[in-house]
Each structure stands twice: as C-alpha cells, then as structure tokens.
C-alpha cells in the first residue's frame, strides 16, 4: 500500500472514531428513567374542592408530596404538579339529600412530560332522613328547607395513586417548579 492509501485509512479511521463519538455523546445525553405501571405516589391536593361550588369537568392542581426513589436510585423530588379532575359534583338537596363530590388525578408533570396517574376520590354529606321525616310529618310546609350537608375535600389533602402506564422520562430530570402561593 503506497502513502496515499495510508492516508485513505488515517482519513477512514478519524471519521470512524469521529462518529462513534458523536453516537456516544448522543447515547448519553438521550438516556431515559423508567417510571413503572403501579408505582406508588403521594399525592396533595393543592385546592380546596366542595360539592357545592364544584362542576363535572372541572380541573383542579396537585402535586407529589413526598419524594419518590425509583428502582434504579433516582428520586423524583417532592413539588412536581400535576391535575386532577372532578368526575361527579352534586350540591346538597332539599327534603335532607346530601351533597356528593367524586374526583381522580389525572397526570403529574415532570419537564415537559406528563405521568398518567390512577386515583379517586369520592365523598358523600350526611344524609338527615330523620330530621326530615319528623319534619314532614309535623310541619309539612317546613321540609323542603331541611338541606343535607356539601361535601368538601380541603386543600392539603393526601391520595394515593397508582402509575396509570410505564413512562420514560429523559435525564437528567428538570427540577420540580418553586412554590406559587
């Protein structure tokens, strides 16, 4: 082989190193964690949610309220939010008909990445069947203004929820986003 198809393989060989390079660097930035299905989340509701005031479709914020170490040692930090969803809203009733309110989570955000989230959430008022009987019974024009109880979930309450499917987050991880209030 004569000097010019030595510099041929020199060229060849830069170029190879070059791009295995390049797939290395790419390989390592573009690495994912994995989030598996079924993985266990604490969950806090950021809002206070009542029967009363709440509609069917309403969305509503929420945020991971204790860190989360995954099987592979990386920890999603407490803080990332996310948005849950009212499923059924029924305000208290006349004649003692209690107030009903039914939610579920829907995702946590981690960067620009949504988690699919498994959770609900349902409560109903005190039902005042007696009080109502009674009332019905002695004073027939009062019973309609007997009113069950709404029902409330405060903000700060805690759920537990389930990852909805297997999700890959790209690393590194954004931070969770500072508070709001």
Do not use: C
């Not at 407490?78 to 499923?87: D, K, L, N, P, T």
């Not at 990852?163 to 590194?172: H, I, N, R, Y």
């Amino acid at each position: 082989m004569g000097p010019a198809g030595g510099n041929t393989l020199k060229l060849f060989h830069k170029a190879a190193f070059a791009a295995l390079f390049v797939m290395a660097a790419t390989t390592a930035s573009a690495q994912t964690i994995k989030v598996p299905e079924g993985t266990e989340m604490v969950i806090s509701i950021d809002e206070k949610l009542s029967s009363e005031s709440s509609h069917e479709g309403d969305r509503f914020s929420i945020s991971l309220d204790e860190d989360l170490k995954l099987s592979d040692g990386t920890v999603l930090r407490a803080g990332y939010r996310g948005v849950g969803e009212v499923v059924e809203a029924r305000d208290n009733g006349a004649l003692g008909k209690n107030g009903k309110l039914n939610v579920r989570l829907v995702y946590l955000k981690v960067g620009d990445d949504r988690i699919k989230l498994r959770a609900t959430k349902g409560s109903k008022g005190e039902t005042r069947v007696g009080a109502t009987v009674a009332t019905v019974i002695l004073f027939w024009p009062a019973a309609p203004f007997i009113r069950g109880k709404d029902v409330s979930i405060q903000k700060g309450t805690i759920m537990t929820a389930f990852v909805d499917q297997d999700t890959s987050l790209p690393t590194p991880l954004p931070s969770p986003p500072g508070d709001i209030d």
